[in-house]
Each structure stands twice: as C-alpha cells, then as structure tokens.
C-alpha cells in the first residue's frame, strides 16, 4: 500500500471528522432517554455499554450542557437549587443503546454539611475507581472563574483513578472574547499539569451553541461505538 502525503492525510482526517460530526447529529436526534437516578452504586445498571460522565461543580452548566448535546430543552432538568442532585443521573443514547451520559452529583456548594460532601466524594472516588465501562469523562470548568480548588482536587481524583478526561470550559457566552482567551490559555496551562487530561481544550456555550457540535462528536468517539 502506497503511504499517503500529509495533504492526503489531513484531507482523510477532515472526512473522517466529517463523518463523525454527521453521525453524532444523527444519533443524537434519535433516542436519548432517562434511564435512571443512582444515589447509591448499587443501583447502577449493569455495566455493559460505554458510559462517559460529565462532572464539575453546582451551577457550572452541567444539566445545560447535557441538553445541549443531546438536542433536548430539559431532559437533565437544568436544576434550580444548586446542589440538590446528590445522585448519578442516567441516560441512554441510541436504539438499542449504543452509551450511556452520566450526570454526577455537583460538587463545590458552600453550604453542604461536611457528612454529605463525604458521601459524594465516597460515591464519586467508587464509580470512577470501579466502572470498567467509563470511557471518558467531561470536566467542565466556568470561564468566568477558572480552575477552583474543589477542580483541582476532582481532576487529581481523575488522575489517581487513572480516568482520562476532557476540559470544558462553559458559559462562554458570559465574558469577553479577550478575556476568554486568557481563562483558556491558563487553564489549558495547568491542565497539562494533569497526567489524565486532554491536551485538547472545549470552549462551550449552551445557550449560543458553541463548540457543542465539536463537544457530540468527540463524545461519539469516545464512546467508540
Ligand atoms: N449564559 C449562559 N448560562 C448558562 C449556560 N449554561 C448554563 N447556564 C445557566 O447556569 C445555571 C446553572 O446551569 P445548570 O445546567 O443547572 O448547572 P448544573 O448545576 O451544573 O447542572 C442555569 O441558570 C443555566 O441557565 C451557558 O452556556 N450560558
Ligand atoms: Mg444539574
């Protein structure tokens, strides 16, 4: 077989983008369903597709980013009480179902008792540690705020369970294009500090839709269905 030129190579890596920007749009609009909320391990489902979870602090976007990817207005119920879903939320993608998204409890809320911040880190370190099917998970990160300490402390629990996982910046419809340059630069920075994080960054809005179309495709393929 005759080796390809770089023009050949990147114009092959461009159709295969292409392709699984199509597909992801495609399943995407066929069937996601909420399968079931986890407040505990054991009432997960057996473990026998891909999972990719998406995790970050309340109120950083996960719910909105969830709706966004999968074409819904509220099938993760953007939540208005930061910090009440203290479960795994899970849904599944295709008929039959080819993944599942998790949505984990958020984490960083000022006013929880120390005994229940316990038992998210308990349930957190467990699924990431023990779930075989876990292909991916998403960081999301707020651009107006950057990397917080509870981040730093998730992404070094990511690492330890050897979990690899992409950075997502969301809202950044929220702050100026000047200042949303800088936030990714500094977090891409220290990103490349963490052993399990994609060098590749994702800049994000849910409301506007940016980089959600990017986000379904890289989902797909880390699902690798
Ligand atoms: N402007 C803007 N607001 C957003 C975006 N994503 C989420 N929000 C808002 O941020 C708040 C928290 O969002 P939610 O998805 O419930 O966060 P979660 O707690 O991480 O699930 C809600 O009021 C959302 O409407 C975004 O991309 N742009
Ligand atoms: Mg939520």
């Known amino acids: 077989m005759k080796a390809l030129s770089p023009e050949e190579l990147e114009a092959q890596e ?4 292409i392709e699984l920007a199509k597909r992801a ?36 976007g996960k719910s909105s980013l969830l709706n966004a990817i999968t074409g819904r207005k509220a099938i993760a119920r953007a939540s208005v009480t930061p910090g009440r879903t203290q479960e795994l939320n899970i849904f599944e993608v295709g008929d039959p179902t080819l993944f599942r998204l998790v949505d984990m409890p958020g984490y960083g809320f000022a006013k929880a008792p120390l005994k229940v911040v316990e038992q998210w880190k308990k349930l957190i370190k467990t699924y990431l540690r023990g779930r075989q099917v876990l292909n991916r998970t998403l ?68 409301e506007k839709g940016m980089g959600i179309e990017a986000l379904r495709a890289a989902v797909l393929g880390d699902a690798a269905v």
């Open 25 to 60: 749009s495609r399943l995407f609009s066929g069937r996601v369903d909420f399968l079931l909320s986890a407040p505990q391990l054991k009432f997960l489902p057996e473990p026998t597709v891909p999972e990719i979870a998406f995790c970050g602090r309340s109120n950083v």
């Open 139 to 206: 960081m999301l990160v707020d651009a107006r705020h950057g990397l917080k300490d509870v981040d730093r402390e998730m992404m070094t629990m990511l690492d330890e369970a050897a979990v690899s996982y992409r950075v997502v910046l969301t809202k950044a419809d929220k702050i100026k294009a000047s200042a949303l340059d800088a936030v990714t630069a500094k977090v891409a920075e220290e990103a490349a500090k963490h052993v399990a994080a994609f060098p590749e960054m994702h800049v994000t809005s849910s």
């Open 14 to 17: 461009e159709a295969e983008r």
